[in-house]
């Protein structure tokens, strides 16, 4: 079993920010 992946993203996520993201087993998201 792997290591999950965390992102943590404050406010706007954009083009490779979003292709980050969206790579990770989890997503925290809060707005600024």
Partial sequence: MSTPVIAQVHGWCLAGGTE??????????SED
């Fill in 20 to 29: 980050l993201a969206n790579a990770c087993d989890l997503i925290y998201v």
